[in-house]
């Protein structure tokens, strides 16, 4: 299908010589980064010896089959996160009290060299190099098997290169061939799947904690693609609901026994040192010189709570500010938590109170990544916001604050939940805010920011009003900026109020609630019943699926591309699964482009990132594609009568930062592996002559 004219007419176009500097510094350090994995990736085995030849199961038709059921996430489940030990415990349940088979198929930059094969826990957990976390002796793995990434083909090695944190679309559709997977839980954002293809061959499931107020853009393209929804919070259902109807809420699961336990078992230990022995719980977890030591200002014998003779709980209201420090935009709310407890001193210095800021630094997490333990390189530099210097920076009493960035146990993190005061998370949007509800769930109030999750979810403390919207067109949405003397408003109310009777009967209701709403049984028993419908529906897409089609359906009554003669293109909010861009003065055959485009990307399972029509002249004649270095306008490559076909959700992407269209095609051109670089041949499009113009026009 390709021409090869054309084709080398576009390798000349796009290479070194030609293109800006940009573009070269970033593909430079695309092959840096490529090389430098390569050099890194040792080897994967077990035990010292070279892993045998995965052998395939039988090809067996499933069609209609679910029994089995596979879970896609970053990590291992013994690795730090939420979302691994969601996926642990639901894959757990799913397979002790519905009878599925569970696996886990992680994503992740390290596993694409796993080989293919069907893995125990302890099977996995031998393998090498050492960035693979060992599995804990005592772990119990039983429930679950763990899957190798199927053999690279052209398309994932070169995803595998380029974004190699995402499984793609094709791995997943070759894994439920492989292993015969009946399904796919898919846990993450709605990007963590790389599309490069049209479909899932098996129901696949989009656990999504959305951040934004409306899905739109790639996001809405990306969306599309999956059998099934399910958003973690109520508002993240109904803004999906907006694009598809085929939506559900299921929300992570909370135990406040667990971390009750985790709490009791970590505080047993800690009860047995000698400098404990005459402490309270409270002195205990917060104990400002243990866990402050990289900070020293305070003098041995301080103490940031205080027992008193008669052994009752000491009075200084403890506020918690914790969790993760990983984004530049400070999700999290940082700066704004720390301005709001600095006005809460300024305006209520009568009450005893410390603030107590615990996230450990993003290269921290690297040792739980690291089968060895090893501390993260000197270089590496941490991700987030400075903690220490936002505090110093309020100029607060050193008596009233502690900044803690250790990595500790699950019992401590749990145990300082378990005995705050107040949980401080004034985020500018949460997916669903795990924090916020493990406080509540153990009794303590919390003070958040009222939108989306948070304000779904916060019945035990006060959830405070955004002081205004902050839009991240890069990614293609607005979350909000929180109140900071709303916050600390909050504050001195909690702080106030905190032992009233009232106050009390909501921390119940609260943790009843909790309890109910947010079970483990409940969860597993609303995918059961997803699972179900996503079957349903998958079984009833099947006829209008793209790659099942083995002819090209009509483009009048199934358009497979959006079509645009503006140079400026609105935001991509259609539902055909390409963009074609054309000149006014040139006519495209629709129905030829639709054809060659299905069997491009179907037939012959072709991967597009980007394509161009060759256009001819009046005359008929093809025009060049590279535009002569003395016709070079400063803006214009190739000649600007050639259509362009892009993806949607790769066009959505990029139109965020690269509105102009031929510039979008430029950086996408620039950035992407040649090979994923199409040229029709000419045929389907033409320049006209004035007279035909007007017709067009009309025609269109």
């Not at 974004?163 to 791995?171: L, V």
């Not at 996001?219 to 599309?224: P, R």
């Amino acid at each position: 299908m390709q021409n090869s004219g054309s084709s080398s007419r576009l390798r000349r176009c796009f290479s070194p010589t030609v293109l800006t500097r940009p573009v070269v510094l970033l593909l430079l350090l695309l092959f840096v980064f490529f090389v430098s994995i390569q050099q890194t990736n040792a080897q994967w085995h077990t035990s010292g010896k070279k892993a045998a030849p995965f052998k395939a199961r039988k090809s067996e038709d499933r069609s209609g089959k679910l029994e089995n059921i596979a879970f896609v996430c970053a990590g291992f489940p013994w690795m730090y996160g939420p979302y691994q030990m969601q996926g642990d415990q639901l894959m757990k349940r799913l397979n002790e009290k519905y009878n599925f088979n569970t696996y886990w198929m992680m994503r992740g930059n390290n596993v694409h060299n796993i080989p293919p094969g069907v893995y125990t826990g302890r099977e996995i957990s031998n393998l090498t190099p050492p960035q693979v976390p060992k599995m804990p002796h005592d772990w119990d793995a039983s429930h679950l098997k763990f899957l190798g990434l199927p053999a690279r083909t052209k398309v994932t090695s070169v995803i595998a290169r380029v974004n190699g944190a995402a499984a793609s679309m094709s791995e997943v559709n070759d894994a439920s061939k492989l292993y015969g997977i009946d399904a796919f839980i898919v846990l993450g954002d709605i990007n963590v799947v790389y599309h490069d293809s049209y479909d899932f061959k098996v129901p696949t499931i989009a656990w999504v904690p959305f951040h934004y107020n409306t899905v739109r853009g790639s996001n809405k393209a990306l969306l599309k693609s999956y059998t099934y929804a399910v958003g973690l919070s109520p508002s993240t259902t109904k803004v999906i609901a907006d694009v598809r109807s085929d939506v559900a809420y299921i929300p992570h699961f909370i135990d406040a026994n667990v971390l009750e336990s985790a709490a009791e078992t970590w505080l047993k230990k800690e009860r047995r040192l000698k400098g404990n022995k005459n402490k309270s719980d409270r002195e205990i977890v917060f104990d400002a010189n243990k866990y402050d030591k990289m900070f020293k200002r305070r003098p041995s014998s301080f103490s940031a709570v205080e027992t008193s003779q008669d052994g009752d709980d000491d009075d200084v209201f403890l506020v918690l500010a914790s969790g993760t420090n990983y984004e530049g935009a400070d999700r999290k709310g940082w700066d704004v938590a720390i301005q709001a407890f600095a006005k809460f001193h300024e305006t209520h210095p009568e009450i005893k109170k410390h603030l107590w800021v615990h996230s450990f630094s993003s290269t921290q997490v690297m040792r739980d990544h690291d089968g060895n333990g090893n501390k993260a390189p000197p270089e590496l530099a941490p991700q987030g916001v400075d903690l220490r210097g936002l505090v110093q920076e309020m100029d607060l009493p050193p008596d009233i604050y502690t900044v803690d960035i250790d990595l500790h146990p699950r019992g401590r993190v749990a145990a300082m939940k378990v005995h705050a005061d107040v949980c401080l998370h004034p985020s500018k949007v949460e997916g669903f805010g795990m924090n916020v509800l493990e406080c509540q769930s153990v009794g303590t109030p919390v003070v958040t920011t009222k939108f989306r999750a948070m304000e779904d979810f916060t019945r035990n403390g006060i959830s405070v009003p955004p002081a205004q919207w902050e839009h991240l067109a890069a990614l293609g949405g607005k979350w909000v900026m929180p109140d900071v003397k709303g916050v600390a408003k909050a504050l001195a109310e909690i702080g106030k109020k905190r032992k009233t009777a009232e106050w009390k009967k909501k921390s119940k209701d609260a943790v009843e609630w909790i309890k109910e709403e947010f079970s483990l049984d409940r969860v597993a028993a609303g995918f059961d019943g997803v699972l179900k419908l996503a079957l349903e529906t998958h079984t009833n897409n099947l006829p209008f699926m793209l790659s099942k089609m083995k002819e090209a359906p009509s483009f009048a009554e199934r358009p497979i591309f959006h079509v645009t003669t503006d140079v400026h293109p609105k935001q991509a909010d259609w539902d055909e699964e390409w963009m074609l861009y054309h000149r006014p003065d040139v006519r495209v055959d629709y129905e030829m482009v639709q054809e060659m485009l299905h069997d491009l990307t179907t037939k012959e399972g072709e991967m597009v990132s980007l394509a161009f029509i060759v256009c001819k002249d009046v005359r008929g004649i093809p025009i060049e594609f590279q535009v002569e270095e003395r016709d070079y306008d400063g803006v214009h490559r190739f000649n600007t009568e050639h259509p362009i076909l892009l993806p949607t959700w790769a066009f959505a992407q990029a139109q965020q930062n690269f509105p102009y269209i031929h510039n979008t095609a430029w950086m996408l051109a620039g950035n992407s592996d040649q090979q994923f670089i199409k040229m029709f041949p000419p045929g389907a499009a033409q320049v006209m002559n004035p007279i035909e113009i007007k017709t067009y026009s009309d025609e269109l």
